[in-house]
């Protein structure tokens, strides 16, 4: 499988809503502090890779040209890779390729959003074809609140266990999100808090979601030689995959999700992992939902489908559990959504190189990173590892 | 190139506004390039696809509208914005990466759902300093002309020569949108845009629906009598402020450096055999035969005078009509390889240039005044 490639180096900005900076700026963090993390310049990048949401999320189109001088990308060659919110793993993977392919040595990473500045819903609204589904599935919730029902219904799981495994995981990510610097939405609750939070859209409530966060993440990918010229802590890239399904919400299964199924075995079987609630030691999972997380964790073979709820209660995902999941505070604490997938894949590099700081999980050795984007239509995987 | 990777099968559907619907449209040229290779679709591996958000009839995420029409249900495919000849390269990277045989490289647009094309171009602006004053790719474009006729002698005609040549060419294309026989005083006479630019000299708004598929080199030798093979790939990103550019010395004589470097070509003008240039507007195919190395500095105009561009001359640019004739904004790129992997192939039809095409050349660009430049070079 081509050239090994590494990830040498994360930088973030302090997510939230950051109206002290504009966008160019935001993006400019991201990228000066990954710069510095690694003690390379500009010269040394061979390619730059840079995504982001619609452009109608902050109404300007073609952000590599607007960012251009802030990823210090002038004169560098460009892909711009955007797969709606799985952006990010999407990028992560254009780097990962390049790379593996022979035509670079070193490429930069930049995923971006500025949620502040537009409105997400209404971007999202227009994802749907204007004629059958735009009218009725309308944004975010009502995709994945119809998700939701569909799996527990399916899989026969009372609704109360459901919400008490929702409102157990939410606590959790907050409470690990005061572990992470770079964690926008940081508050204490309990578990009758998010039960008892306002319905967004039914059965989903205020802390079952995720924020609008405004936030950049840059990550330097590099060849084994650039690498181990460089002497430093890398993590490794083992697998990649990626599945996508069609437009139409009614025509595939979403309580079975054949799309994040198949990224994870594609992923798992470069990776050598057959058993992954063994192999891996920790996951960052894009969970913009709590009942999604859950129905991650049986997708990706944590666990048989139905039995997560279950698991979540007892503890098996949680910080301190058998398989930690989003030490980071995950996705349900920060979504600045194009450079989210982007943000998984620097905390799980961050994990397997024992630099996570507060929330480093002890001794993490294999990571999975995940995005999903679409009307419930794709799904990402980048498993990343401490040992080539 | 660390590997060899092939062009093994091409299509296009492409020109004036159609009846036909997107689906329908983009999974006909994905479906022609899947046949014409005996290829099914299980047995691809992965598919790159460009298509914008903005000029994709108003729908966001547009590889969430069109996934399954191109060929990627539950397969490993990606999408790039802007510029179709990064999907080309990114598809080609996948195969040499070692995790697929074979990729489809696709583009998607379909012109007649789209506002006008500067209209979206507006929004490539940023909102605070460049928007204000009404900024689009036309308007950088005409400031660019100016600044180029004056720093060089340019003249308007020998800019209108362009539009002469290659609508002209356009009439032996089936997949081009306008086309016709005009003379540079018609060129010249037709509405002023903006000036100097006039209508003629400015790229219609096309739809273009393109496939090509790659498949590493022994898949590619198996399926194809004729693979076309990727010898050379360069891009490069200009500054985001125009004013902060040097609009005649852009990005593409990097881009075109890096590709000529990498297939081992050291005198474009000899080793070329045709072009496929994006040329939105007139004079900039003048701009780009200098960065492109096909004449010195300044010498653009002198190079269409002498005729060696035309379909007979030494070495033909945009035989097919180029974007001047057909501008399905981000599929153009791609358009020009397919039309550049025909010549090789001598597949060309009536636009077929009467001499051995060895090595060609395709470039793609989007953006103000050639702000983003790419360029491939292709070798039987």
């Known amino acids: ?388 | 190139m660390p590997m060899k990777v092939g062009i093994v099968s091409v299509a296009q559907i492409s020109g004036d506004d159609s009846k036909d619907n997107f689906y329908d449209q983009a999974y006909w040229a994905t479906r022609e390039a899947l046949d014409k290779a005996g290829l099914k679709r299980d047995e691809l591996g992965t598919v790159v696809s460009t298509a914008s958000d903005v000029f994709h009839g108003g729908i966001s995420c547009a590889n969430a509208y069109y996934w399954e029409s191109v060929a990627s249900f539950l397969k490993n495919g990606t999408r790039q914005d802007g510029e179709s000849l990064f999907s080309l390269y990114y598809a080609a990277m996948r195969i040499m990466s070692g995790h697929f045989d074979t990729a489809l490289a696709v583009a998607l647009c379909k012109g007649s759902e789209n506002p006008e094309n500067d209209t979206i171009t507006h929004f490539f602006t940023d909102p605070f300093y460049q928007r204000g004053i009404g900024l689009n790719e036309t308007m950088a474009a005409a400031l660019q002309m100016r600044q180029y006729m004056e720093r060089y002698g340019i003249t308007e005609e020998q800019c209108a020569k362009v539009a002469v040549k290659n609508l002209a060419n356009a009439l032996r294309n089936p997949h081009a949108q306008r086309k016709g026989k005009f003379t540079v005083e018609e060129v010249l006479d037709s509405e002023r845009l903006v000036d100097p630019l006039t209508e003629l000299q400015c790229a219609p708004r096309s739809e273009g629906m393109v496939a090509v598929l790659l498949a590493s080199e022994d898949k590619a030798k198996k399926m194809s009598d004729k693979p076309v093979w990727l010898k050379g790939y360069g891009c490069a990103l200009d500054g985001f402020y125009l004013g902060d550019r040097d609009l005649l010395k852009g990005q593409l004589q990097r881009a075109s450096s890096k590709a000529y470097k990498m297939a081992g070509i050291n005198d474009p003008r000899k080793e070329i055999d045709l072009a496929e240039i994006s040329e939105p507007y007139a004079f900039q195919e003048l701009l780009w035969y200098e960065d492109l190395g096909f004449c010195g500095e300044g010498g653009g105009g002198k190079l269409i005078d002498s005729s060696a561009t035309e379909m007979e001359g030494d070495i033909p640019v945009n035989p097919s009509g180029g974007v001047l004739a057909n501008n399905p904004y981000v599929s153009r790129g791609l358009q020009r390889a397919v039309e550049a992997t025909l010549q090789i192939r001598g597949q060309a039809g009536e636009r077929q240039v009467d001499r051995k095409v060895n090595t060609a050349l395709a470039h793609g660009t989007h953006g103000f005044a050639g702000q983003c430049h790419a360029v491939v070079i292709l070798g039987s």
């Open chain 1, 1 to 388: 499988m081509g050239r090994p490639v590494a990830v040498i180096g994360v930088g973030q900005t302090k997510h939230g809503k950051r109206m002290d900076i504009c966008y160019p700026d935001l993006v400019r963090q991201a990228v000066v502090a990954v710069f510095e993390e690694t003690g390379l310049s500009p010269e040394d990048i061979d390619g730059v890779v840079s995504g982001t949401m619609p452009s109608m999320m902050e109404g300007v189109a073609m952000t590599h040209f607007y960012f251009a001088d802030a990823m210090q990308a002038v004169g560098k060659p460009i892909l711009k890779t955007e797969t709606c919110g799985s952006t990010g793993v999407s990028i992560a993977h254009s780097a990962y390729y390049w790379i593996s392919s022979g035509m670079a040595d070193v490429v930069l990473a930049v995923g971006h959003e500025k949620m502040n500045e537009g409105d997400s819903q209404a971007t999202m609204t227009t994802v749907m074809e204007p004629f059958y589904q735009r009218f009725f599935l309308s944004g975010a919730p009502g995709v994945f609140s119809m998700q939701c029902q569909g799996w527990s219904v399916r899989f026969d799981i009372p609704e109360e266990k459901v919400r008490e495994a929702a409102a157990v995981l939410s606590v959790d990510h907050h409470d690990a999100a005061f572990d992470n610097p770079y964690a926008h939405v940081k508050v204490r609750l309990s578990v009758d808090d998010v039960k008892n939070a306002k319905v967004i859209t039914y059965p989903i409530r205020l802390y079952d979601v995720c924020p609008n966060s405004d936030g950049a993440c840059a990550v330097i990918f590099a060849s084994e030689e650039m690498a181990k010229k460089l002497g430093k802590k890398t993590a490794w890239v083992k697998g990649v995959g990626y599945r996508g399904e069609e437009q139409f919400f009614g025509d595939s299964d979403k309580a079975t999700w054949p799309s994040a199924v198949g990224a994870a075995k594609e992923a798992y079987k470069q990776a050598g992992i057959t058993n992954p609630r063994k192999e891996l030691d920790v996951a960052e999972i894009y969970d913009p939902f709590t009942y999604q997380e859950m129905l991650f964790y049986e997708c990706f073979g944590f666990c048989n489908f139905g039995e997560a709820p279950d698991l979540v209660l007892e503890g098996v995902f949680s910080q301190k559990g058998d398989l930690p999941c989003d030490p980071s505070g995950g996705v349900l604490c920060t979504n600045p959504i194009g450079a989210t997938g982007l943000i998984r894949v620097g905390e799980a590099a961050l994990q397997v190189m024992g630099k996570a700081g507060d929330h480093q999980i002890p001794g993490a050795k294999t990571a999975l990173a995940h995005a999903m984007g679409g009307i419930d239509q794709f799904n990402g995987i980048m498993i990343l590892g401490s040992e080539l």
